[in-house]
């Protein structure tokens, strides 16, 4: 699935698809780089790559915590073969784009592998001045519901990808699994669980106060936060290598990794209150 739109506005949505797997949810079907984005920017099985003013990646609906993919939830799993590689979902460009209640890695019932050979989720900003993008994803809706996306078994780099091409924009990762199943019972690594490479323009924020804000990023097989560069990076609230319910379930590495190569700046890890210590 591919959209690089060129004029502005719009509306883009894609709910409640398989994407990578047969009917069933259970092996993989694969697409690659090559036949699921035809212009070569693009590297994800579902890749948005638009000036929309607003996208959607999944909804709320129709799937039950803890229970399989279902509803407006996609499954996006088992995408690339071989030497490709393909992240599951790519965004970038201008516009909001939500990736909201997927599974990202593993098979229909959210408790087995079946990763991409690549990302989970890369988001991508443009290094176009004007364009300003702002990305989530995960969140709540405001009833208190959450948005948060499963992402795990994505063991070729990392679960979520927060990216700067060196233009502004805001990214946002709050209230996903990233690394366990979907019943937080056992690890279905990904390499990285979330990595970070942006830079001054941009501000990123991985989880938030609010109970259901919290990601939960454990059993992964190297860092569960990398922050490769980073400016404006705000680390609250999450549980990392253990489950939501406190659990081990380490991660392979560093719990939260600064400045893999350069040191990264303005950044915030917790915070005085007990609703932001990770």
Request: proline share 4%.
């Amino acid at each position: 699935l591919y959209g690089d739109a060129l004029a502005e506005g719009g509306y883009c949505s894609i709910m409640g698809n398989n994407v990578g797997t047969d009917i069933s949810g259970t092996y993989s079907i694969y697409n690659d780089a090559h036949n699921t984005t035809p212009i070569s920017s693009g590297k994800g099985a579902v890749s948005v790559l638009t000036n929309f003013s607003l996208s959607a990646i999944g909804g709320p609906g129709g799937t039950i915590p803890g229970g399989p993919c279902t509803g407006f939830c996609n499954l996006v799993s088992g995408n690339a073969g071989g030497f490709d590689l393909a992240s599951g979902i790519e965004i970038g460009g201008p516009g909001i784009v939500g990736i909201f209640n997927n599974y990202v890695g593993t098979k229909r019932n959210g408790m087995e592998t079946l990763g991409n050979n690549g990302s989970g989720i890369d988001m991508a900003s443009t290094i176009v001045p004007e364009a300003a993008p702002a990305y989530y994803a995960g969140g709540q809706t405001i009833d208190d519901g959450s948005l948060g996306n499963l992402v795990a078994g994505n063991s070729t780099f990392s679960g979520i990808g927060a990216i700067s091409n060196g233009g502004p924009g805001d990214y946002h990762i709050l209230s996903n699994l990233v690394g366990t199943n979907v019943n937080n019972t056992s690890a279905l690594p990904n390499g990285f669980g979330i990595y970070v490479g942006t830079f001054a323009s941009n501000t990123v924020e991985i989880g938030d106060i609010s109970p259901l804000g919290r990601n939960v990023i454990a059993g992964n097989a190297s860092d569960g936060i990398a922050v490769l560069t980073g400016y404006a990076v705000k680390i609250v609230n999450n549980a990392i290598g253990v489950t939501s319910t406190n659990v081990s379930r380490g991660n392979g590495i560093n719990g939260i990794n600064m400045g893999n190569l350069i040191p990264a700046y303005n950044t915030t890890i917790g915070g005085t209150d007990a609703t932001s210590a990770n």
